[in-house]
């Protein structure tokens, strides 16, 4: 009897949607057992996100600070596969995933175990995803596969169309603005990787050591937003240590300094962003061999 574990926390519900998808044709399977695991916080995170609260968790986000969990139980020690799904907040691993792979007990139930991570997005994962290598790798966890779903409403809506739909939990609360999120006919296509999943562990009874999803579009990247995201996670680094000498979440003085941060951030979405942009296309030609490799590095394990 093979054994999978899926390891999820989604707040919309959308990336529980993503890997239900994902692990149905494993289920279907009467020779895999398969667990889940949802992580919970010991305090919530609320949905919709008021405003005010969703920018708060930002330094710790970024920082990967540890918060309390809700303790948790398997059903094994051990599994033969472990599909971790994961929402991205501000260019990482959401706080709840994050804080779960820090535990001492998450360790050893990653130890030696190969991986396939599952990310529901807006669009830029790169980053998170690094960050994520290196959690694993502490946890001495192999990751074989990644998959990658993300919103289709263009880079340039989606700035608008995801934080609406984070602080009023819909997805097109106006009907101008593109509904936020991964499309359903993404959703439902992502079977196609419990399928190729299922028939690894089916048919061949040797651990899992190499990709299982080549072929099979498991990511795609944009190479528009390689530099954007590098940008980006820079920033962030710095300013999430700024912001938490202004003060703990719930302090006046982390009010004032997130409202500076909000302001630098506005502008540098209006001006830095579209600048880059600009200049990777006018140096594009010289720098076609660079953003190649790029491109290939960031796909692995599973490739475009």
């Known amino acids: 009897m093979r054994k999978v574990l899926t390891v999820n926390f989604s707040q919309t519900g959308q990336l529980s949607s993503i890997l239900q998808s994902v692990v149905g044709p494993i289920k279907e399977n009467k020779d895999i057992t398969v667990d889940h695991l949802v992580i919970k916080p010991k305090v919530n995170f609320p949905f919709p996100w008021p405003f005010g609260q969703f920018?708060?968790?930002?330094?710790?986000?970024?920082?990967?600070?540890?918060?309390?969990?809700e303790p948790f139980t398997t059903q094994f020690e051990q599994y033969d596969?472990?599909?971790?799904?994961?929402?991205?907040?501000?260019?990482?691993?959401?706080?709840p995933i994050s804080s779960f792979m820090q535990l001492p007990q998450t360790k050893k139930l990653f130890n030696n175990t190969p991986v396939v991570t599952v990310i529901g997005c807006r669009g830029m994962w790169l980053s998170a995803q690094e960050k994520m290598k290196k959690l694993l790798a502490d946890a001495n966890a192999k990751l074989v596969d990644n998959v990658?779903?993300?919103?289709?409403?263009?880079?340039?809506?989606?700035?608008?169309?995801?934080p609406l739909w984070m602080m009023t939990g819909k997805k097109k609360p106006l009907?101008?603005?593109?509904?936020?999120?991964?499309?359903?006919?993404?959703?439902?296509?992502?079977?196609?990787?419990?399928?190729?999943?299922?028939?690894?562990?089916?048919?061949?009874?040797?651990?899992?050591?190499?990709?299982?999803?080549?072929?099979l579009n498991a990511v795609k990247i944009n190479e528009k937003l390689i530099a954007s995201e590098r940008v980006g996670n820079h920033s962030f680094s710095i300013w999430s240590k700024i912001l938490k000498k202004f003060g703990s979440q719930q302090s006046?003085?982390?009010?004032?300094?997130?409202?500076?941060?909000?302001?630098?951030?506005?502008?540098?979405?209006?001006?830095?962003?579209?600048?880059?942009?600009?200049?990777?296309?006018?140096?594009?030609?010289?720098?076609?061999?660079?953003?190649?490799?790029?491109k290939a590095y960031f796909a692995e394990p599973s490739g475009e």
């Open 175 to 215: 009907s101008w603005v593109p509904a936020a999120g991964v499309s359903e006919s993404d959703i439902t296509n992502a079977r196609r990787f419990g399928v190729a999943i299922n028939q690894r562990l089916a048919y061949d009874e040797s651990a899992i050591t190499s990709p299982m999803l080549s072929g």
């Open 148 to 162: 990658v779903l993300s919103d289709n409403c263009g880079a340039a809506f989606s700035f608008l169309a995801t």
């Open 81 to 95: 596969l472990i599909i971790l799904s994961y929402q991205v907040w501000f260019l990482t691993p959401s706080l």
């Open 252 to 294: 006046i003085g982390r009010a004032i300094g997130l409202s500076i941060y909000v302001v630098f951030l506005v502008t540098l979405i209006l001006t830095v962003v579209p600048i880059t942009a600009i200049i990777k296309k006018l140096i594009a030609p010289l720098t076609r061999n660079k953003i190649a490799k790029q």
């Open 55 to 69: 920018f708060r968790v930002f330094p710790e986000t970024v920082a990967m600070d540890p918060i309390e969990l």
